[in-house]
Each structure stands twice: as C-alpha cells, then as structure tokens.
C-alpha cells in the first residue's frame, strides 16, 4: 500500500514515510507526530513547513530546501544528507544524533535547546544564526562558518573543530582550553594579529 503523498499547504497527523519522496513538494506544510522512515529526500521542496513532534529516522538525499522552516521536538537520527538549506529556519528542542551532514546552511537560523550528538558537519554555515543552549557532543566540524553569529550558552567543547571560519563571531560559545590553542591561529588571522616566534 503506497504510502502518504506529500503536497504544498498539507496537513499531515500521525502519518509514516517510508517511500521515496525525492523531488516532492511540500512547501508551507505541518507535521505533527510524524515519522519519516529511511526515505530519499533528495530536492525535497519544504521550505515555510512547521515540523512539530516528528522524528526522522536514517532519512537521505541532497538538495533539500528546508528554508524557514520551524521544527520543535523533533528528532533526526542516523541521517545522511547534503546541500540542506535551513537558511532562515526556526529550531526548539531538537536532537540531531549518528548524522553527517554536508554543506547545511543554517544562515540567519535560530536555534534553541538543540543538541547535536556524534555527528559530522561539513562546511555548516552558521553565519548571522542565533544559537541558544546548543551543544555538539562528540561531534566533528568540518570548516564550520560562525561569522557574525549570536551564541549563548553554546558548548563546543565535546567537538573536534577542523579549520574553523569567523571564529571571532565565536562571543559567548564555550570551547574547552585545548580547542582556544587550535583556534588561536584563527583568531590571529581574522583579528589580524602578528605572531612573533
């Protein structure tokens, strides 16, 4: 029996997906207490969707417009995904868990009681977000941007930061005093402080 088809400006309770929903529409959508199930999000069109209690679980694909969109108690588990815009996005009390995640652009996002736990982030554009009680348990960060970011309450120290941008957008974040040492070449490049030896 095939399984929910998805549409722009839907309703969607309780509803499973488990199929292929790769090149869908579902723009200005609402899910509550939904599941998504190992499906192929590939240019998945759900840019303005309302995501509440639904989980998403070993889910794949690229090119997903997930632009301003709004998630609250959600959960994404053991994810495989690339090129995800969530420019402009709106996260409450989400867990991203066994996730790798290229080239996610959470640009101008806020995000609030988020946890990412044992993840990989390629090139994660957190450039002008809000961050608030975020943290990145046992996480790597591959060349993450934090330009001109807003942090509060924010933990790094679990993750492995590797070739860091817009460190000084950094203000607020905690990073333990082994990571300061890494970030110190960064933070001299983009202060345009001189090293002496």
């Known amino acids: 029996m095939p399984g929910p088809q998805l549409r722009p400006e839907t309703d969607y309770d309780g509803e499973a997906f488990a199929d292929g929903l790769d090149g869908g529409s579902a723009g200005g959508s609402r899910f509550l207490e939904c599941t998504f199930r ?12 309302r995501f509440s209690e639904t989980n998403l679980y070993a889910v794949h694909g690229a ?6 969109s709004t998630w609250a108690d959600c959960v994404v588990q053991g ?3 690339g090129a995800v815009a969530l420019y402009g996005s709106e996260l409450a009390r989400v867990r991203f868990e066994g996730c790798k995640i290229e080239f996610a652009n959470f640009r101008g996002a806020t995000l609030v009681d988020v946890e990412f736990v044992d993840c990989q982030l390629v090139e994660a554009d957190f450039a002008e977000a809000k961050l608030t009680r975020v943290s990145f348990e046992g996480c790597r960060l591959v060349s993450p941007d934090f330009g001109r970011g ?6 790094l120290t679990g993750a492995d930061l590797a070739g860091p941008r817009g460190v000084a ?3 607020g974040a905690t990073v333990s005093a082994l990571q300061l040492i890494d970030l110190a070449p ?8 001189k090293v002496a030896d």
Do not use: M, P, Q, Y
Request: aromatic share 2%.
């Open 150 to 155: 807003t942090f509060k309450d924010v933990d």
């Open 169 to 171: 957008g950094l203000r």
């Open 63 to 68: 090119g997903l417009d997930l632009a301003e």
């Open 38 to 49: 190992g499906c192929d999000l590939s240019e998945l069109k759900a840019s303005r969707a």
């Open 186 to 193: 960064a933070l001299a490049h983009e202060l345009g402080l």
């Open 79 to 81: 994810a495989r995904l």
